[in-house]
């Protein structure tokens, strides 16, 4: 089994920019695709991003694309969420997660571990 802590949430004022950390402990991340998700107050949870085992694969919700970048450092078992040109929308509560491929990430169910979200909030 893995655990999963975010970091890096924060204030950021619109068009700024935050990189999100996933610390990983327990299992090697090796067997795992991570994703990020978020919900903003009232809403649903959202998938936002996900990364294949190797790194090589990555997918992305069309409302980040060109502005979010999601990466793995496997050897620190770390996953990334570099956020550019923030928006107010973009205000959220961010969680990691991990699973057994990319597939599985993407739909957000079935997945091993999630951890217990960082809040990003975005000012005008």
């Known amino acids: 089994q893995v655990q999963l802590v975010e970091s890096g949430g924060g204030l950021v004022q619109a068009g700024g920019s935050l990189r999100l950390s996933c610390a990983a402990s327990g299992r090697t991340l090796f067997n795992y695709a991570m994703g990020w998700f978020r919900q903003a107050p009232g809403k649903e949870r959202e998938f936002v991003a996900a990364?294949?085992?190797?790194?090589?694969?990555?997918f992305y919700v069309d409302s980040v694309k060109g502005r979010f970048a999601i990466s793995r450092d496997n050897a620190k078992k770390t996953v990334y969420l570099q956020m550019n040109s923030l928006k107010p929308e973009d205000t959220a509560v961010y969680y990691c997660a991990a699973g057994p491929n990319i597939a599985v990430v993407r739909s957000g169910y079935n997945l091993d571990a999630w951890g217990q979200g960082t809040l990003v909030t975005v000012s005008t």
């Open positions: 990364i294949n085992w190797s790194g090589g694969n990555t």
